[in-house]
Every structure is written in C-alpha cells, then in structure tokens.
C-alpha cells in the first residue's frame, strides 16, 4: 500500500522560503507521477507542481518561476522548493501519487494516493 508522509511546513514571513518533503514507501518514484496539490481554507485542492517518473515537470502559473519540485530516487523523496512565499501561498500542502511515469496533470482528481498534509503558513 502506498504511503506518503510530508514534512518541512511552517510559518514564514513573506518573501521567505521553505522546502517541503515527501517520503513515499511501497511505490518508485522513477516509474510514477508524483505531485504537490495544495488546499485553502474555503477553497478547492489544486494542483501546484507535478514531475513524471522521467523528470518531467509542470507547473501551475500561480508558482512558476517561485517553486522547484524535484525528487531524489535513490532515498524515494519528493521535493517542493519553495521561494519568494506570498500571503496566497498559505495553504495545506499534500503530497499525491499517479502509477503512470511518463503523464502530466495539476488536476488533483488525477492523482490515486495522497499524503496528510504540512501546513504552510505565510505572513505579511
């Protein structure tokens, strides 16, 4: 079964960065789709950053040019770098997974796993 936990949330100022982290256990990440969806309050999960097994990456335009997502198959880890944080980026951050290494999608729906989340937190 496949499990994903997240860690490195927080709060920071505006302008600040952080880098979010997602160990995933019974899946590799070089033969599947792996993603950051995000959650406001109030509002619908969105897709933020997606890489396929084959390093492919996508981003929403909300995060391009701010956020870098990478993975390190080696310790199955994924990343979301994240810099220049705004007030909008606040949100719940989840981890989600997609058994398909070559396909792109922010759609949320599309994913088949999700983790529990790590708050991210941005001030002004």
């Known amino acids: 079964q496949v499990q994903l936990v997240e860690s490195g949330g927080g709060s920071v100022q505006a302008g600040g960065s952080l880098r979010l982290s997602c160990a995933a256990s019974?899946?590799?990440?070089?033969?599947?789709?792996m993603g950051w969806l995000r959650q406001a309050p109030g509002k619908e999960r969105e897709g933020v950053a997606v890489?396929?097994?084959?390093?492919?990456?996508t981003y929403a335009d909300s995060v391009k040019g701010r956020f870098t997502i990478s993975k390190d198959n080696a310790v199955n880890t994924l990343y979301l770098q994240m810099n220049s944080l705004k007030p909008e980026d606040t949100a719940m951050y989840f981890c989600?997974?997609?058994?398909?290494?070559?396909?792109?999608?922010?759609?949320?729906?599309?994913?088949?796993?999700w983790g529990q989340g790590t708050q991210v937190t941005v001030s002004l």
């Open positions: 989600a997974y997609r058994p398909n290494q070559y396909s792109l999608s922010l759609n949320p729906n599309w994913f088949t796993a």
């Open positions: 890489i396929t097994g084959a390093g492919t990456t």
């Open positions: 019974a899946v590799a990440l070089s033969s599947a789709s």
